[in-house]
T-cell receptor, first 115, second 112 residues
Framework: DVKVTQSSRYLVKRTGEKVFLECVQDMDHENMFWYRQDPGLGLRLIYFSYDVKMKEKGDIPEGYSVSREKKERFSLILESASTNQTSMYLC??????????????FGSGTQLSVL | TQLLEQSPQFLSIQEGENLTVYCNSSSVFSSLQWYRQEPGEGPVLLVTVVTGGEVKKLKRLTFQFGDARKDSSLHITAAQPGDTGLYLCAGASQGGSEKLVFGKGTKLTVNP
């Protein structure tokens, strides 16, 4: 069964801490994405990557960075966590556009609380 | 910026009722996807519609893509408690971007 695995289901961090959210996929997908999900705001794209070491800003990249050193792993980094970054973070992967199985495969999410 | 307006935002109905969720935009999409998300899980794809006017059925769920490929609807017949969840529409732009544009979601509760 194909899988996108996020390292933590729940995280509690303090304001100013550096936070790493890890995501691993086992489907050899080129594309990987980080979203945050907030009530009433839906899913908002933070960053995405279409290849190793490649990254592109999404709609709300401020306060975040990403790393993709290996094809299967995409990390989201909060350099200095703030309370407004408390959210559910969802990682997803997908095959390239035009593939027969073109869809997003999501992880189960990480609920991050910044105190 | 492409936007997808999804309505209603919340829907609470009794088992056996029918319902329709709408997803509208002023932009044209090359395809549109519907996802369902259960509490504590990530969204899971239900269907992709590609052709204007296309209708797809998945058991009691009927999905329609508008003729102009700017809107879509999801109709559930005889809703069951197991249909409870967050329904999200997502559009793929015509420009070839790998990104999807998501609606804000419809939270459906089906009461027994």
């Amino acid at each position: 069964d194909v899988k996108v695995t996020q390292s933590s289901r729940y995280l509690v961090k303090r304001t100013g801490e550096k936070v790493f959210l890890e995501c691993v996929q086992d489907m050899d997908h080129e594309n990987m994405f980080w979203y945050r999900q907030d009530p009433g705001l839906g899913l908002r794209l933070i960053y995405f990557s279409y290849d190793v070491k490649m990254k592109e800003k999404g709609d709300i990249p401020e306060g975040y960075s990403v790393s993709r050193e290996k094809k299967e792993r995409f990390s989201l980094i909060l350099e200095s966590a703030s309370t407004n970054q408390t959210s559910m973070y969802l990682c997803a992967s997908s095959p390239p556009k035009g593939s027969t199985n073109e869809k997003l495969f999501f992880g189960s999410g990480t609920q991050l609380s910044v105190l | 910026t492409q936007l997808l307006e999804q309505s209603p935002q919340f829907l609470s109905i009794q088992e056996g009722e029918n319902l329709t969720v709408y997803c509208n935009s002023s932009s044209v999409f090359s395809s549109l996807q519907w996802y369902r998300q259960e509490p504590g899980e990530g969204p899971v794809l239900l269907v992709t519609v590609v052709t204007g006017g296309e209708v797809k059925k998945l058991k009691r769920l009927t999905f329609q893509f508008g003729d102009a490929r700017k809107d879509s609807s999801l109709h559930i017949t005889a809703a069951q408690p197991g249909d409870t969840g967050l329904y999200l529409c997502a559009g793929a732009s015509q420009g070839g971007s790998e990104k999807l544009v998501f609606g804000k979601g419809t939270k459906l509760t089906v009461n027994p």
